[in-house]
């Protein structure tokens, strides 16, 4: 029997034959199993004691596992339940997807099917509950911490993807936690073993994506004075993420359609074409749809992507997130070496009325500066909007009061004997200038390039924007 620190697994399962061989074969793969063979001893067990998966056979000897698995739910509604079944009809598949098993193995299964099925679903429990970093062993799943209902469907698709080699599309706003739905991806399914590779498209000058993304050889291009590997090959064996997929240029889409489409690649300046092994998972926070429609993003490259869509809500809506996400970036800060801080519930109560245009980067920022500038160990409203400024209560910025913001503003200008009067397209402007440029820092964590991307403007001319109006771009720089 392995330690008490093994991943416990409750077998229900009245065929002694079937028993012996799982158990047999779990424990060997360090699961702590209890056995029994009716409903009745399974709900004893689920009363003493918390499981963190369930296998159980359909057919009991004293009932329909599958009619009851209701109660099970209600004594334990996170804990995952494989299902077994010899009748392999529809129904019974139906009635198992029905009853949100994690997985149904018509009987006879395959063992080791079962086996690493039972270790996907400690991973997606351990997703779903949102566990702290520290109770998971080193290479273990990332964790994702929000149990929203929003989030609940997000874990649900994860659990779906970890078994094939499906490609996934994240889509959602920056910051929303696509890239961590990518690593999560791979580190609980069946590739873990393998290299995660990331690529962030728009990060990359146009002429030198294809070279990054499928390597190239010596003497291909000016500057190639020797072979290169690209992400394709750095992958193989594991995972290739390519963020911000819809700035990828024309020709690099498709090559990668070209890539997706024969599983091959070819370096630039090479003959030879290179299978590859590689799970794609892309993300995008643009609406590819309309872009498909400009020609802008290629229709068949968005199908080969979008084989499996998995939206990321923005914060706003999942405010009940909040509290535990702020929770976990306070402990996370305390362990990169800042002060252990804690809030009050005004203060929580401020943090979740906030509209979070940054998502939970946004958060993490800001949970990182008040626990770097806070002067005392517990957090009030008070502190939060001494350190925040009025921007930590406000409520969010619709396009209505933002508009009510900007008349009120022109008004005074207009009408009052302001002091200024004569400059009031001047003053319009630059007030209107420095909040849009920090905004647009905020949204790419300080990242220049790509502010200057999402505002439409010339590198340079934002560095000097920045300059002229004082604003201080590291403040919205990503805590490392
Ligand atoms: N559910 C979550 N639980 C814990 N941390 C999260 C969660 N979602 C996001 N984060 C954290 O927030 C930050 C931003 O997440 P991530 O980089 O995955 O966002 P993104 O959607 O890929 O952003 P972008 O589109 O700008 O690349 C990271 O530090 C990430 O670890």
Partial sequence: ??????????????????????????????????????????????????????????MLEDGDGLDSLEAVREI????????????????????????????????PFDLDEVVQAVQQACGARQLASGIAADDLPEDDGMP?????????????????????????????????????????IH???????????AVNTAAIPADLIESELFGHEKGAFTGAIAQAIGKFEQAN???????????????????????????RIRRVGGRQEIAVDVRIVAATNRNLVPMIATGAFRED??????????????????????????????????DDGLPRRRFTPDAMHALESRNWRGNVRELRNVIYRLALMARDDIIDATNLEDILG???LAPGTTAENVDSGISQALNQWLHDEHPASGTVYAQALAAFEKPLIEHA????????????????????????????????????????
């Fill in 441 to 480: 820092l905020g949204e790419t964590s300080g990242n220049q390039l790509r502010a200057a991307k999402l505002l439409g403007i010339n590198r340079n001319t934002l560095r000097k924007r920045i300059g002229e109006l004082g604003i201080q771009p590291d403040r919205f720089a990503r805590p490392v």
């Fill in 76 to 107: 334990a509604p996170k804990m995952p339940v494989i299902v077994l079944s010899a009748q392999n009809t529809l129904d019974t598949a139906v009635r198992a997807s029905d009853s949100d098993a994690f997985e149904y193995f018509p009987k």
């Fill in 187 to 197: 580190q609980l399914g069946s590739r873990r073993s393998g290299p995660f590779i």
């Fill in 1 to 58: 029997m392995a330690g008490t620190n093994a991943n416990r697994v409750l077998l229900v399962e009245d065929d002694q034959a079937i028993a012996i061989v799982m158990i047999a074969a779990l424990e060997e793969e360090g699961f702590a199993i209890e056995h029994c063979a009716s409903m009745a001893e399974r709900d004893r067990w689920l009363s003493r004691q918390t499981f963190d998966v369930m296998v159980t056979d359909v």
């Fill in 237 to 263: 064996g594991g995972t290739l993420f390519l963020d911000e997929i819809g700035d990828m240029p024309a020709e690099a889409q498709t090559r990668l359609l070209r890539a997706l489409q024969s599983g």
């Fill in 390 to 392: 009025d921007e930590a």
């Fill in 301 to 334: 490259l968005y199908y080969r992507l979008n084989v499996v869509p998995i939206h990321l809500p923005p914060l706003r809506e999942r405010r009940e997130d909040i509290d535990v996400l702020s929770q976990h970036f306070l402990a996370q800060a305390a």
């Fill in 144 to 184: 994702m911490v929000g149990r929203s209902q929003a989030m609940q469907g997000v874990y649900r698709m994860i659990t779906r993807v970890l078994r094939n080699d499906l490609t996934v599309l994240v889509t959602g706003e920056s910051g929303t936690g696509k890239e961590l739905v990518a690593e999560a």
